[in-house]
Every structure is written in C-alpha cells, then in structure tokens.
C-alpha cells in the first residue's frame, strides 16, 4: 500500500484531472480499493521499468495529453 501522502496527492490529482492520469504503480504494492476499480494503473519493477513508461506515453499520446 502506498503511504498516505501519496494516496493523497493522487486524490489531488483526480479531483483536477479527473480520470485522465496514469500511475505507474510498483509491483508488489497495492492501492486501496476505492481506487484500484478507477484509477489507471501501469505495474513495473526494476526489469521492466523502460517498457511501463514507454506503455505510459502511448497511453498519453493516444488520448492526445501528450
């Protein structure tokens, strides 16, 4: 599980942007219920961190945020 103060700059971010964020998320953890069914989400660890961000960008590009 994230720390709080993460959690809660995500809540942050959702409020401004709504669902138009990705979160690179570390494998291992998790994120709370409440977030998990409605936030997007690219899981990574220290093997495929390249291709999370490379999957990030496409995803960014491809609802033209980027």
Known sequence: ???L???DEIERVRA???DKFV???E???SLPTNLATVVVYEPYD???FDGAILK???NL???NLL
Do not use: E, S
């Open 61 to 63: 590009r491809a609802h």
């Open 1 to 3: 599980m994230p720390r």
């Open 16 to 18: 401004k942007l709504g």
């Open 5 to 7: 103060n993460i959690i």
């Open 27 to 29: 494998r291992g953890l």
């Open 23 to 25: 979160i690179l998320l």
């Open 46 to 48: 220290q093997t495929n």
């Open 56 to 58: 990030v960008i496409k």
